[in-house]
């Protein structure tokens, strides 16, 4: 009795304990960030994503490329999502956070595999990141002007398929960041983008306001309005639907007399948008074929099924205010608007809604050869919107080309040496992962790896602003090329990098539920095409992308 098992856990739980656990997470955050490294920087290279329906999706974006990846592995979910809040947060950086993350790791496995004990990594991680946070606040330099800003944004699409058109975008972008600009703040989430496919990237454009992807419901209304009356409503002018009642009809006077109240309940609905003095209106819900018919006979310019963020735009660009009940609905509920009318762009129809007086929202129409071409330049642009919004907030910038992570390194290093104990271990391995963000992109650009980063750190001994010009394939002011990167987007990189990785290492056990953690299935040999170990949930080691 003294020797029999005993088991607390279900039939065909998996566990994993201590060294296999960790092994098993720096592994697939290691092959994660392998996966998305070759993307980084102006050379990147792009990535194909094909979803279960057959849709293609080509991208170098590490946000949609994590998006689009079916991954199971616990903790290649967990920097997937790093990436996601980084998205979110400042818009930009998110393959920055999973390569830094993974190196991390990968240099914290060299300091276990020696004996450092994780709770002494993990301490040094985290004191070596506060530093570095200081270090990046100390380098910043002040940025408010628009050239500045629109370097920024110029830095953020390179590399992501807008390279011979991104002067004339990162116009665009800065122009629409300025103009919601309020209280020293740019809500980017009052800018839209209209994808229309046809024509060249260098055709798009900034509208003078709003621009919706909708046409009225009828073709008989108004297309063209001056001075407009706008009302926005979630309310639905259509009847109630009556499916489940039950209505005794004996006779044709009652069918007459249900009809005629039917129609009766639709006029008064309409005459309350009409006694508004509102000839626009934008409902967020349906409308009746026969209410459409009465709105078109006062000359009533209408759109339903209008989607929220939307109707939201318009309410900011024209002051017009979201009612939820038609019964509110009066004169001084409406915006107003120099001009709203309907425009064919190739074959794409586009409502406009131009004149605004104090607009707090803009669109951006987007042009280019086909569906692949606009949404990848989209995704670029919503890049360079929230790296620009980000610095008009913040009002510093850092240079780029990897100049500051190579200043990051010398400086942790100088700290690290400061620095009593084991912990000294763990901050001078931080240093050296951050060493990942120049040599990628130079190993992206096909250059030589060991000269140029040893030019690197000797150029910095002068100067802190010497990055790589991967295009020259030379060392050089990157101030002075004009490559700039928000204070915030590195900030938050490094940040969001080191709670990752501290998170992983701290875990030393893994218990999943049966079949929680599935694997796509190894060759023969036990390897995949990665050469990696088999692992639950990562396709003996590569996540499955499809």
Do not use: W
């Not at 209408?302 to 004169?331: C, H, M, N, W």
């Not at 390194?409 to 990942?436: D, F, M, N, P, T």
Request: aromatic fraction near 4%; charged fraction near 30%.
């Amino acid at each position: 009795m003294a020797n029999q098992p005993i088991f607390i856990l279900p039939q065909g739980t998996e566990r994993y304990s201590k060294r296999d656990a960790l092994r098993m997470n720096i592994t697939a955050a290691k092959v994660l960030a392998g996966i998305i490294r070759t993307t980084l920087g102006p050379k990147g290279m792009d990535k194909m994503i094909v979803d279960p329906l057959g849709e293609v999706t080509v991208t170098n974006d590490g946000a949609t490329i994590m998006s689009g990846m079916e991954i199971a592995q616990p903790a290649a979910r967990m920097l997937v999502e790093t990436a996601k809040k980084q998205e979110e947060i400042v818009g930009d950086g998110t393959t920055s956070v999973v390569v830094i993350a993974g190196e991390l790791l990968a240099k914290a496995e060299e300091l276990l595999e020696d004996g450092i004990a994780t709770s002494v990594v993990v301490k040094g991680y985290k004191n070596a990141t506060e530093k570095a946070v200081e270090i990046l606040k100390e380098i910043a330099i002040d940025a408010d002007d628009e050239d500045t800003l629109k370097k920024v944004a110029v830095t953020a699409m390179s590399g992501k398929g807008s390279d011979y058109a991104k002067e004339h975008l990162a116009e665009i972008v800065v122009k629409a960041a300025l103009r919601i600009k309020e209280d020293g703040k740019s809500d980017i989430e009052n800018i839209n983008v209209q994808r229309v496919s046809g024509d060249s990237v260098e055709d798009s454009f900034l509208a003078e306001g709003i621009v919706i992807d909708k046409a009225p419901v009828s073709k008989a209304m108004p297309k063209d309005i001056k001075d407009a009356k706008i009302a926005i409503m979630k309310y639905p002018i259509e009847l109630k639907d009556i499916n489940d009642a039950k209505i005794d009809i004996t006779s044709p006077e009652q069918l007459d007399l249900f009809l005629n109240t039917e129609e009766q309940m639709m006029k008064d609905l309409v005459q309350k948008v009409i006694d508004s003095g509102a000839n626009v209106l934008f409902c967020q819900k349906g409308i009746d074929d026969l209410a459409e018919h009465y709105l078109k006979k006062a000359g009533i310019m209408t759109f339903k099924r209008v989607k929220k963020s939307d109707i939201e735009r318009i309410g900011k660009a024209t002051g017009a205010q979201y009612l939820t009940d038609i019964e509110d609905l009066g004169p001084d509920k409406l915006g107003t608007a120099g001009h709203v009318y309907l425009d064919k762009i190739f074959d794409h129809e586009l409502t406009f809604i131009e004149e605004c007086e104090n607009p707090k929202a803009s669109s951006i129409v987007l042009r280019g050869s086909t569906r692949y071409v606009t949404e990848q330049i989209s995704r670029a642009i919503d890049d360079a919107l929230g790296v620009v919004a980000a610095t008009i907030e913040e009002g510093k910038v850092v240079i780029g080309g990897g100049a500051c992570e190579i200043d990051l390194v010398k400086q942790l290093r100088e700290y690290g040496e400061s620095v009593s104990g084991r912990e000294q271990l763990a901050i001078l391995k931080y240093a050296e992962a951050l060493e990942v963000i120049p040599r990628t992109l130079i190993e992206n650009a096909g250059l030589d790896t060991i000269n140029l980063i040893a030019d690197l750190k000797a150029a910095h001994e002068e100067s802190n602003f010497i990055g790589i010009n991967v295009f020259t394939g030379e060392v050089e002011d990157m101030k002075e090329a004009g490559v700039i990167e928000p204070l915030r987007v590195k900030i938050q990189a490094l940040q969001s990098a080191g709670a990752a990785s501290e998170m992983i290492l701290r875990i030393d056990d893994m218990i999943a539920a049966r079949n929680a953690l599935q694997s796509t299935g190894p060759d023969e040999s036990g390897n995949d095409d990665s050469g990696m170990p088999p692992m639950p949930g990562m396709g003996g080691g590569m996540p499955p992308m499809m």
